[in-house]
């Protein structure tokens, strides 16, 4: 398949308005806000912002990731596609003359709240299965990525879904999304972000009528490499499960433990590999980058105020741990050895390009520190040996664990996590049961005339 590849670049070219009922609008307020470029860290425009009355441009995701995460939304959509003509309940026998059904019927209109790190494969993970059931969406994307969500919802459009069933409100958490949490005419909100904000989320859902909710959120992921692994594997996989999209990834492992065995050679190749990225950090229209800037001017300094806090504590800077020279938001990839559990860096989501790298003994002791974190997003193990990897996935409390494997999904398979990670799952079958009611129906059997 021949695809030509054109960013855009030009902000005339990008919608800026909110999108209600296939239309696009200013907001009631006539209020705007600005869309920031993290390459310079100006404004290129300014969009609508609503309250209760593409990719890279605006978040610096290197070109080539951004069109492979566009590629894996369309197969998103294709997949629940499929299943928009599949939901339906069963015929339940149960006890006397009875006949007994259940009917799976949408839960409504879904507020959507999803985040900047991956604006357009988020929107699909929600507006897909929302849409396969037979409900409405709102949409409110992050605030530092509205133009993706404001596109997608114009392609919306220009397919023919009817008007008022997909609708994009850009704006601030504070406002819109409150507004869109605590509305008692939405019947069910989703939101992909912080642990924090989820908290708030959850409690306005119950203060107001009682919303399904189902929450996708932070994330300090553990990635165990036993000494039976193969290390050079093993050693970029680790590297790219932490530093892919520029370390802004809810399920990076960012807690690499490595056998005390293979553990200064891991530590060497993979000092290595953040100096090799280094020299790939860059501009993300150029097609050769790997490694694009911080999103914005927030996230950059407290991703640096986190790598001072590791020097600090006493981990040992093996790579990195600056700021890139120059215009926009940069940082160097970064790799710190010797930390230990009790370290922030250690117990804190950093988002940012900084591997961690922490020694154990033994795989029971690997299982029981993965496990201390408030966190239960992603796991993973390198090892040769099929115990292990049965053990390590047995024990370890988390949504999805992968075996000498990091960052590979499918929009068949579910997603989310335990503890603090959050509620439900997304992807798969498992998650249309978040977009459904279940109605049961008991009918009396006529008897026959004797």
Known sequence: MDIKLEPVRDPKDLHTQIFIN???????????????????????????????SIVTLEMGKPFLQA???????????????????????????VDGDHFCYTRHEP??????????????????????????????????????????????????????FPPGVVNVVPGYGPTA????????????????????????????????????????LGGKSPNVIMDDADLDMAVRFAHEAVMENAGQCCMAGSRTFVHEKIYDQFVAKSRELAKE????TGDPFDLKTKQGPQVD?????????????????????????????????FIQPTVFSGVTDNMRIAKEEIFGPVQQIFKFKTLD??????NSSQYGLGAAIFTKSIENAMMFTQGIRAGTVWVNL??????QAPFGGFKMSGLGRELGEYSMSLYQEVKTVIMKIPQKNS
């Open 22 to 52: 296939n239309e696009f609008v200013d907001s009631v307020s006539g209020r705007h806000f600005p869309t920031i470029n993290p390459v310079t860290g100006k404004t290129f425009c300014d969009v609508s912002e609503g309250d209760k």
């Open 67 to 93: 069109f492979y995460e566009t590629m894996w939304s369309a197969a998103i959509l294709r997949y629940y596609a499929g299943f928009a003509d599949k939901v339906g309940g069963k015929t339940i026998p």
């Open 107 to 160: 839960v409504g209109v879904c507020g959507h709240i999803i985040p900047w790190n991956y604006p357009v494969s988020m929107f699909t993970w929600k507006v897909g299965p929302a849409l396969a059931c037979g409900c409405t969406a709102v949409v409110k994307p992050a605030e530092q990525t509205p133009l993706a969500a404001l596109h997608l919802a114009a392609l919306c459009k220009e397919v023919g």
């Open 177 to 216: 999304g409150a507004a869109l949490t605590a509305h008692p005419d939405v019947d069910k909100v989703a939101f992909t972000g912080s642990t924090e904000v989820g908290k708030l989320i959850l409690q306005a859902s119950g203060a107001t009528n009682i919303k399904r909710t189902s929450l996708e």
């Open 277 to 280: 990225r280094l020299s790939m």
């Open 297 to 329: 001017e927030d996230q950059y300094k407290k991703i640096l105020e986190m790598i001072e806090s590791g020097k600090k504590d006493g981990a040992k800077l093996e790579s990195g741990g600056a700021a890139v020279g120059g215009d926009g938001y």
């Open 365 to 370: 002791e690997a299982i029981e520190r993965a």
């Open 406 to 411: 990091y960052l590979i999904l499918s929009p």
